[in-house]
T-cell receptor, first 116, second 119 residues
Framework: DAGITQSPRHKVTETGTPVTLRCHQTENHRYMYWYRQDPGHGLRLIHYSYGVKDTDKGEVSDGYSVSRSKTEDFLLTLESATSSQTSVYFC???????????????FGDGTRLSIL | AQKITQTQPGMFVQEKEAVTLDCTYDTSDPSYGLFWYKQPSSGEMIFLIYQGSYDQQNATEGRYSLNFQKARKSANLVISASQLGDSAMYFCAMREGPASITSGSRLTFGEGTQLTVNP
C-alpha cells in the first residue's frame, strides 16, 4: 500500500471556523491531489500540486486553499468553513512521472469532515 | 456536460457469475486514459485497471477486464467469477491529455456503481 496518511480522520466543527487537513506521504511522489466525495458527484478535484510550492486549482476550488512547503506534506485549508463543505476528503498521490497518462493515483483513507 | 457517465447506480450479481459495469466518457482529446477504482464500505479507494486510448488490446488484471469500445466511447469493467468481497462501489475515471509536467494526473470521476454480490 502507498504510504499516505491523512489527518485527522474525522472532524466536527462549526460554521465559520478555519479547518486544516493534512496529507502526508512517504513515497517521495511529485504529484499530490485533494478531492472531495459527495453522494451523487463521485470524487471531484479541489486542488493539486506538481511540486514543492507549485499548486493549481481543480474543478471545485472555491473556498479552499492549499500549501505544499515540502515534498511529503500537502495541506488543505478551509479558511471559513461552511455547511456545504461537509464531505469526505481524499488525498491522492502519483509518481514522479505522473504526467504520463497511464500512472494511477493512489489514495489515502479519507477524512470525514462535518460542519455544523 | 458529464465527462464520465455511469448509468447504473446499483447492480446485483450472484456469486461466481460475471458482471459488467458500464462507463461512457466524453472527450475530444485523442490522448486519454481510463481508470477503474473500487471503494469498499470501509472507504478506501483501490486502483483496479487502466486502459489507454492508444492501447490496441483490452486491459486485463486477474478477474478484471476492460471492454474498451473507442468508437462508442465506452470502457466497461467486467468482473469474472464474482466473489462476496467484490461488493463495493466502483468508479470509472478519465485523465485527458496531452499531459504536461504541470497538469499532473488530474482525474474526472463518474458517480459510481454500487455492486452487491449475493451468495
Amino acid at each position: 500500500d502507498a504510504g499516505i496518511t491523512q489527518s485527522p480522520r474525522h472532524k466536527v466543527t462549526e460554521t465559520g471556523t478555519p479547518v486544516t487537513l493534512r496529507c502526508h506521504q512517504t513515497e517521495n511522489h511529485r504529484y499530490m491531489y485533494w478531492y472531495r466525495q459527495d453522494p451523487g458527484h463521485g470524487l471531484r478535484l479541489i486542488h493539486y500540486s506538481y511540486g514543492v510550492k507549485d499548486t493549481d486549482k481543480g474543478e471545485v476550488s472555491d473556498g479552499y486553499s492549499v500549501s505544499r512547503s515540502k515534498t511529503e506534506d500537502f495541506l488543505l485549508t478551509l479558511e471559513s468553513a461552511t455547511s456545504s463543505q461537509t464531505s469526505v476528503y481524499f488525498c491522492a498521490i502519483s509518481e514522479g512521472q505522473g504526467h504520463l497518462l497511464n500512472q494511477p493515483q493512489h489514495f489515502g483513507d479519507g477524512t470525514r469532515l462535518s460542519i455544523l | 456536460a458529464q465527462k464520465i457517465t455511469q448509468t447504473q447506480p446499483g447492480m446485483f450479481v450472484q456469486e461466481k457469475e460475471a458482471v459488467t459495469l458500464d462507463c461512457t466518457y466524453d472527450t475530444s482529446d485523442p490522448s486519454y486514459g481510463l481508470f477503474w477504482y473500487k471503494q469498499p464500505s470501509s472507504g478506501e479507494m483501490i486502483f483496479l485497471i487502466y486502459q489507454g486510448s492508444y492501447d490496441q488490446q483490452n486491459a486485463t488484471e486477474g478477474r478484471y477486464s476492460l471492454n474498451f469500445q473507442k468508437a462508442r466511447k465506452s470502457a466497461n469493467l467486467v468482473i469474472s467469477a464474482s466473489q462476496l468481497g467484490d461488493s463495493a462501489m466502483y468508479f470509472c475515471a478519465m485523465r485527458e491529455g496531452p499531459a504536461s509536467i504541470t497538469s499532473g494526473s488530474r482525474l474526472t470521476f463518474g458517480e459510481g456503481t454500487q455492486l452487491t454480490v449475493n451468495p
